[in-house]
């Protein structure tokens, strides 16, 4: 007899998951397309330009390129085949539930049941166990009127402080280290100033494969004769034509940054001028930085003490410069520190603020700007106010048409979440936009966390792994099926375009929400008949706040090929390059912070002797939910691997192809072995997009830093030894790689 | 003067947008004629496109008996005519970049006529638009080889045979043709590390090459930045 197998069991090569090999509905050609809609990308933080074609019928069928501002037309992978996801044969269409509890199988039912279900139990929920028992846990690859609804149903219709997102897992450190820096969360410049920087410091950032489009700045700059320093464990392609690689040992991050400051402090490669009049707090940076002798550094870093001193030769003499930072540094639990060591760099080199001078941190998620700044983040109101704030909790009340008292009690971060979820604290939650059976850490304790409450409802376009272990799972819709902005990576609010409407029973995202509220007993407060009438809505809520998007209106946006933030009046422009005259805190100053290295939360030891760190491949996008699906990128990706050197390699005794134990004290991973000499020989690499026994979670550990709450992915310790054979017989079994495409002369047929 | 195709390998980085461009092209859909190789997963992540690169004396046109593949006035080798092919596979041998596939289905020869449906109404082909990193460009020469610091190249030499090509080729400044059986050693050559790709990269440290850094590896101490600190604090 058959067993049900599901995604969370089992790895890639599950029926569930066989991607498509050509869109829906065949090839197309371009003489059938009755229009093509401009849009953006739904993918990473570059939101870059596209025109998806439509055909009579409404079918989107395939792409052309759009010559936007920031990509010029031009598109990574996942880009191009994006629209392979919008008609795609495994689109969930009507919604389901489990009517006979948790062991019950998920079953067709109607919106209605499935509402008034949700509604009854939140509201059962809440009055025995209090209003914060449920939680909402949102996303930020959703437009930001979504993003910013979430946050009012969360605080308005169910009336719980446990409102979070799973930027959680992506910008917190980098937005908790600006805010701390500068006094407001967003890269201080276009990506236009890239291109005439003279140095380029990019710190824990693949730039190739997570931002492809990033790169022909960085190239344009460097035809000029710019030089490029990257800061990563491993040669990303991003990493192997730099000037200079710094290979560092994971997890020593703050150490490098404060060494680089040193060389700067003794070559006297500093902007006296600007740090007198523009920073505070410089003496106790640079008493506290005397510690960190490249010399000593090199030592924790384990890189060549005469390449930390390269890198500040280069960095400290540049004229004009742009330092940009990702998960590598951010992903620890000293991950804002980590930010705001590179961002003293930036304050003690004066270059910022001007053309050709700035700051970024690339932002992850399409949508990882907009969808932090309005709301859905536990401590935060719209507009990047703060939720402690009277004022703004004033503000927003009355903008909401509520009382300022009924604001329910701060909650907890996602990453805080688990716990209460195993205690029984948290007992009710509505996942929208985020598949936390691939992106959280320990997988296990994940599992029966979400298992453990009542009830679990997922609003997906697809089953994820998480959807699974729903016990309500709702259709919603993918970004071709619904208007709204998003803000990329460099500030810039753009537009998504309607293309198609969501297939079957499935419904915009928005109204599924505003239907809840109504049967939450708020349907006035959600009356909206339209995207642009939450954006108008929004657009007031943050008006005043440092994330001002009042004046930015949609027909702005088309006008002026996106606006930046702030844009606080009608008549504005907006702003796109930040502290040109002063930062974001009171006495206008930026602010220097001193940080120490701390080691990580778990170092290597004689049992588990090795640094495990996990990242991205160009391929997939997050949890591979979305391109996991699609036969151009499975083909390319189609299975995590563990990378590592050489010299690791044959201590292990293994080989390329072999499979690969790993063990961390949180439970175990079988992988095939990718031999390259392009990672450190201390540390191995793999790729996080799958879920089940093929998550790269499974292995990380459940430490958050302090300040912004973001897991630790980046650095662990494991053990690795050579698979038992009959694990390699099983994991061989369960690697089953989906048919590939028949030969390419099929369509010819 | 006709617009002209480039490539810059050094900036490819394997993501295969132009492969999943090509695919979406009215005239084949679903079928990339771009390919990408890795070439030494072991030694770097270095990856490398190949694509017609449009011969102005092209041998696949010179080896076929049917006379079935034409140039154009621009000097672009179109694929074999549909009437004239006798899938004789000629074409496959001839080539020295291996560009030509032959289609069993259709029994035909296809290859990359550089998007002729795009170019002919003032697009650049799909691959050339889509690749995110400027490693596939197309425009007016001039234009092109003012922005890029290296050599644009269309010479090569395939033991005794030489080829001019209407695709450029970057490579580093002095280049003037390429010698392609040379550079198969590339292992060889001194200094070759992960990170120095295959033209330029990063330059080794006098004494701390890639072997020096790691020598030693697992012994290390890195856990003892505390002992660092107080010894510091000693002085």
Known sequence: ?749 | MAKKFFMDPQRCIGCRACMAACQECDTHRGVSMIYIDTLDTEWSPQTSPTVCMHCVNPPCANVCPADAIKQDENGIVLQASVDRCIYCRNCLIACPFGVPKYQAKQALMIKCDQCYDRTSVGKKPWCATACPTKALDYGEYDEIIQQHPGSAVNQWQFGDQALETNVYVFAPKETRKFQVLQLFDYREQAGYAPNAGLAGGQQEIKGESDADVWAGWENRDWTGWSALQQEQEGK
């Open chain 1, 1 to 749: 007899m058959a067993t049900e197998r599901k995604l969370t069991d089992i790895g890639s090569g599950d029926a569930a998951m066989q991607p498509i090999y050509s869109p829906a509905g065949g090839w197309s050609t371009t003489e059938d397309a009755v229009k093509l809609v401009p849009t953006h990308c739904p993918f990473c933080g570059m939101q870059c330009g596209m025109n998806l074609k439509v055909d009579g019928e409404g079918h989107v069928f395939g792409v052309e390129p759009r010559d936007f501002p920031v990509n010029k037309g031009r598109m990574c992978p996942k880009g191009v085949v994006a629209y392979q996801q919008i008609n795609h044969p495994q689109r969930l269409t009507y919604p389901m539930m489990r009517r006979g509890g948790k062991d019950s199988p998920l079953e067709r039912c109607t919106w209605d049941e499935a509402l008034d279900f949700i509604a009854r139990r939140f509201r059962e929920i809440q009055a025995q166990h209090g209003p914060n028992a449920v939680s909402i846990y949102s996303g930020s690859s959703m437009t930001t009127e979504k993003s910013y609804l979430m946050g009012k149903f969360a605080r308005v219709a169910v009336g719980t402080g446990n409102i979070d997102y799973n930027g959680r897992l992506c910008m917190v450190s980098a937005a908790a280290g600006n805010n701390k820096a500068f006094g407001v969360d967003r890269a201080a410049n276009p990506w236009s100033d890239i291109a005439l920087a003279d140095a380029i410091l990019l710190a824990g950032s693949n730039t190739a494969e997570c931002h492809p489009l990033t790169m022909p700045y960085l190239w344009e700059a460097r035809d000029r004769g710019a030089k490029l320093i990257v800061i990563d464990p491993r040669v990303t392609p991003s990493a192997r034509t730099a000037d200079l690689h710094l290979q560092i040992r994971p997890g020593t991050d703050a150490a490098l940054a404060n060494a680089i400051l040193y060389e700067m402090i003794r070559h006297d490669w500093l902007d006296h001028e600007f740090i007198n009049s523009r920073t505070v707090g410089w003496d106790e940076v640079a008493a506290t930085v005397a510690n960190y002798s490249p010399a000593k550094v090199a030592i924790l870093c384990g890189i060549p003490a005469a390449r930390i001193e390269q890198a500040a030769e280069i960095w400290g003499q540049a004229k004009t410069s742009f330092l940009g930072h990702a998960r590598g540094i951010e992903h620890q639990t000293h991950g804002s520190n980590n930010v705001m060591a590179y961002i003293n760099l930036v304050l003690a080199s004066g270059r910022i603020g001007r053309p050709g001078c700035g700051y970024g941190t690339l932002t992850g998620q399409g949508n990882g700007q907009g969808g932090r700044e309005h709301g859905q983040k536990v401590d935060q109101l719209p507009g990047q106010r703060k939720l402690d704030d009277p004022a703004a909790r004033q503000y927003i009340a009355e903008v909401w048409g509520i009382n300022e008292a009924d604001f329910p009690k701060p909650g907890y971060a996602i990453t805080d979440q688990i716990e209460p979820m195993l205690t029984g604290e948290i007992r009710a939650m509505l996942n929208i936009c985020s598949n936390p059976m691939v992106s959280l850490p320990d997988q296990d304790a994940i599992r029966r966390a979400l298992t453990n409450l009542e009830l679990y409802v997922v609003i997906d376009f697809f089953m994820s792994e998480s959807a699974e272990l729903a016990d309500v799972v709702l259709p919603g819709s993918v970004w071709a099926e619904d208007e709204g902005t998003t803000t990329n990576v460099e500030g810039r609010v753009i537009r998504i375009n309607k293309a198609t409407n969501p297939p079957g029973e499935a419904r915009v995202d928005w109204e599924i929400i505003c239907d809840l509220a109504a049967r939450l007993g708020k349907g006035d407060k959600f009356n909206y008949h339209s995207a642009g009438e939450i954006w108008d809505e929004l657009r007031v809520a943050s008006k005043g706040g440092k994330a001002d998007y009042y004046g930015i209106t949609y027909e702005k946006i088309d006008a002026q090929d996106g606006v930046f933030w702030p844009c606080p009046t009608m008549e504005s422009k907006g702003t796109p390059r930040l502290f040109e005259q002063r930062f974001y805190f009171p006495d206008g100053k930026a602010r220097f912070n001193t940080i120490e290295y701390q080691p990580p939360a778990e170092m290597p030891d004689a049992e588990y002797p090795f640094f495990y760190t996990t990242g991205r491949v160009i391929f997939h996008y997050l949890s591979g939910n979305q391109t996991r699906r699609i036969g151009s990128l499975v083909e390319n990706a189609p299975e995590p691997y563990v990378e590592m050197h050489p010299l690791l390699a044959q201590k292990l005794g293994l080989e390329r192809g072999d499979i690969a134990r790993l063990r961390s004290r949180r439970g175990e991973l079988y992988l095939p072995v990718k031999v390259t000499r392009s990672i450190r020989p201390d540390t191995v690499f793999v790729p996080y997009h799958w879920g089940g026994k093929q998550a790269a979670n499974i292995l990380t550990i459940r430490a958050y830093d302090p300040i912004s709450r973001i897991p630790e992915y980046k650095v662990c310790a494991v053990a690795i030894e050579r698979a038992p054979d009959d694990a390699i017989i099983t994991m061989n079994a369960m690697r089953e790689i989906p048919v590939a495409k028949a030969s390419p002369g099929e369509q010819f047929a």
